[in-house]
């Protein structure tokens, strides 16, 4: 069973910045990947980065590559994935959801096998 801690989420201002930690327990990281998730309301829950802890591959959605960066690090056997959020915008304001999945495609949420509690973000203009 795989349980997370999410923390990093707060209020900034446009051009401002964020990290969102992802520190996962029961996860084995030589298999499977680490994604994070965003929804905002009235909206569709939406793949924003992923990455393969095992190879350090990573994947980016086209509205946050060159601004967002997820990270991966493995201390004393705990697996935390960090998202390096930069250049804020408020299209960015969602609850952001870190998830371990099958897949490291993030234009589906069906490989995804333990979902971790959301953390807002509000960017405000």
């Known amino acids: 069973e795989v349980n997370f801690a999410v923390s990093g989420g707060d209020s900034v201002q446009a051009g401002g910045s964020l990290r969102l930690s992802c520190a996962a327990s029961?996860?084995?990281?030589?298999?499977?990947?680490i994604l994070w998730f965003r929804q905002a309301p009235g909206k569709e829950r939406e793949g924003v980065a992923s990455?393969?802890?095992?190879?350090?591959?990573?994947?980016?959605v086209d509205a946050v590559r060159d601004r967002f960066t997820i990270s991966y690090d493995n201390d004393e056997n705990k697996d935390t994935v960090y998202l390096q959020m930069n250049s804020l915008r408020p299209e960015d304001s969602a609850m952001y959801y870190c998830a371990a999945g099958r897949s490291c495609s993030l234009d589906t949420t069906t490989s995804i096998v333990a979902w971790g509690q959301g953390t807002q973000v509000t960017v405000s203009s």
């Open positions: 029961g996860y084995i990281h030589s298999s499977g990947c």
């Open positions: 990455i393969y802890p095992r190879t350090g591959g990573t994947n980016y």
